[in-house]
């Protein structure tokens, strides 16, 4: 039986980000690249993991909504990620790590609840005799770019000249007694988070850990959301108080809350990534609608950032390199991917010549039976 309440469900990323004591005046977040899925008239990065592939979420122009990998370096995306048994329906991908494993939800169009899944490729098959490795990637256009490591960067089906060949796998993942399961992150030990609509109408995150299940609520919240959990079991996130304020949280890995997390002067916050370092990444909103991009040290250590030109600016990953994905609105009201990173020395001034992603016409989401719209 579906709640009477709708589900809380927002469209959002996970990062993660190593950094060290507290962000200097001078440090900058330099974009690298900006990216629109191809043939999508939106584009939503959720995460980058730390040999710099990114996961997120496309739409189509007929509104149909799509998982999909992106790898930077080379500037390959893959087909888009349909698990067999979503009946298409739309599913976003929301989670990455270091072995390209993604997790993201789907919705089941027929009673409007959220089912999760997690994507893998065990059985990758090398031909005999092993053909020569191909090089990797260094994309001389990319400036500041890191090199691509490739002991875990496996290709996709569709790259005719490449091996191992790797037939992806997809699982469902659904807690046990939950009406909807929404994974929003995974950690390269494999352990996932995220949140979850129960009959009650309670709406708690959770971590899974070697498929033992831990669910935790911010005391007095609607809902609660895991957005990443980094390999110290130290877990990020955002949740919605009485009022329907959105706040960030961060849990350690004995289970202890800090909260709530704020822009000093924001209607809103939410933290969406955190990496080895727990340094974070997400968004807020400031008392004139306008929404900003964030970097998160300490609850009184934050660096805003908006994107040059943007009208909207949301950070929703960061990886051990400092690498930081996200996305922008221009003026036309459309979304697109970037690629960013923690400049620590700081040039002073932000990067204001990124390789422009083409303007496309606005588009609105598509509206599904009970779902709050997210914000964009």
Known sequence: MQP????IYILAALITLPLFGTVAPATTIDVIQTFDYPGGIATLPQ?????????????????RVRGFIYKPL???????????FANKGPTQGRGINFKRHVVGEYLNESDGTFHGYLMTHPNCITPTPTPTPTPTPTPMDIPGASAMATESDLPFLDDPDVQPFCPLVYTPFDLAGALSTIPLGINNLGHICGTAIFSDE????FISVKQVVTTFAVPDASATFAFQVNDSGQIIGYYVDSNGIAHGYTRDSAGALTYPIDVAGATETLLLGNNASNWGVGRYTDVSGVTHGLFYVTPTDILTYDYPGATYTSLTGINKKQEICGYYNDTA?????FVAKVNLTGRGKPNMNPTKAPVKPAYALPEVRGIAAPAL
Request: overall charge neutral; aromatic content about 4%; proline content about 12%.
């Open 202 to 205: 309670t709406q708690p995150a």
């Open 333 to 337: 009201g459309v979304s697109h991917g």
């Open 47 to 63: 995460k980058i993991e730390d040999q710099t592939d990114l996961v997120g979420t496309f739409i189509t122009p007929d509104g």
């Open 74 to 84: 080379s500037h390959k995306f893959s087909p888009a990620l349909i698990p067999p």
């Open 4 to 7: 009477k309440r709708s589900l």
